[in-house]
């Protein structure tokens, strides 16, 4: 009954500045992580960036931090990833995903129990 709904991908120049959202549903309780994904075509799912709802404790990967940023609105049970500065390696499919906070272990594709979609990114050069 989750569903996660991404929003907010598209084609931008580098150097320009997206907001991704991602819009959970379904979800019995506020005590859930979040996490933000990509995978650029022929690479492996890696992790952007999560975060606990309950708190707001974040986590970045090293490639991203400085330039993204993650944010939630408890009430809307949305997150939000604010891209800055966007470069022709951000170019991915990027996805939301969710799993209860007591099963939240870490930052990673395999630690999470639902997913959206995904809404895609492509920087130009």
């Known amino acids: 009954e989750v569903q996660l709904v991404e929003s907010g991908g598209g084609l931008v120049q580098a150097g320009a500045s997206l907001r991704l959202s991602c819009a959970a549903s379904g979800f019995p309780s506020d005590d859930y992580a979040i996490g933000w994904f990509r995978q650029a075509p022929g690479k492996e799912r890696e992790s952007v960036s999560c975060i606990t709802i309950i708190d707001g404790s974040t986590y970045y990967a090293d490639s991203v931090k400085g330039r993204f940023a993650i944010s939630s609105d408890k009430a809307k049970n949305t997150v939000s990833l604010q891209i800055n500065s966007l470069k022709p390696e951000d170019t991915a499919v990027y996805y939301c995903?969710?799993?209860?906070?007591?099963?939240?272990?870490?930052?990673?594709?395999?630690?999470?129990?639902?997913w959206g979609k995904g809404t895609l990114v492509t920087v130009s050069s």
């Open positions: 995903a969710t799993i209860g906070l007591m099963g939240y272990q870490a930052c990673r594709p395999d630690a999470m129990d639902y």
